[in-house]
């Protein structure tokens, strides 16, 4: 299992937009970036643990978590005419575009600002500090512990989701 931070701009899809959504699970789509596609794609898998970040917002700050629960299958929008994601140059036979479903897990005590995060040493290797664009990051064990502890949620979900 693996943990990710998915990045997301609240005006478009917040941790409350996907606490809403029929069973607290949606699709993560519109990826448009090839390394985080291929990241998507390829290293994230059903059961990874996801930190949700919200981006391009006045405090931009890691305020939840949620799981993965599908592995990657090709993203609709880039297949639907007039939609944002659409890709003229992907084909059903050969997409260019992931995404991976999400469960809600929980808000965070705390949000956790990027200011906050640049502030401590500890995260200085974090790829949210030194690739800040890049949608979809791992994060470490040591930097999830860590987070966990500002956010005021020490405890780590079990295997089974409990918290």
Same mark, same amino acid.
């Given at each position: 299992? %693996? !943990?990710?931070?998915?990045? +997301? &701009?609240? =005006? /478009?899809?917040?941790?409350? *937009?996907?606490?809403? /959504?029929? =069973?607290?699970t949606s699709g993560w789509d519109g990826v448009r970036n090839y390394q985080a596609r291929n990241r998507l794609r390829d290293e994230v898998s059903?059961? *990874? %643990? @996801?930190? !949700?970040?919200?981006?391009?917002?006045k405090v931009p700050a890691i305020v939840g978590e949620a799981e993965v629960v599908s592995d990657a299958y090709p993203d609709p929008t880039q297949f639907s005419a007039g939609h944002p994601g659409e890709d003229s140059r992907s084909r059903p036979d050969q997409p260019?575009?992931? $995404?991976?479903? @999400? %469960?809600?897990?929980?808000?965070?005590? $705390?949000?956790?600002?990027? /200011? +906050? !995060?640049?502030?401590? /040493? &500890?995260?200085?290797?974090? &790829?949210? @500090? +030194?690739?800040?664009?890049?949608? !979809? $990051?791992q994060i +470490?064990?040591? $930097?999830?512990q860590q987070i966990l502890a500002l956010c005021g949620a020490d405890e780590p979900r079990s295997a089974t989701g409990a918290a």
């Open positions: 299992m %693996r !943990i990710w931070l998915f990045k +997301t &701009e609240p =005006d /478009a899809f917040s941790l409350d *937009d996907l606490q809403d /959504a029929p =069973d607290g059903n059961g *990874d %643990r @996801v930190l !949700i970040y919200h981006s391009s917002c260019r575009w992931y $995404q991976v479903d @999400v %469960r809600y897990h929980r808000h965070f005590p $705390q949000p956790l600002s990027l /200011a +906050t !995060i640049r502030d401590h /040493a &500890e995260f200085a290797d974090m &790829e949210l @500090v +030194t690739r800040p664009r890049l949608s !979809i $990051q +470490t064990d040591r $930097q999830y």
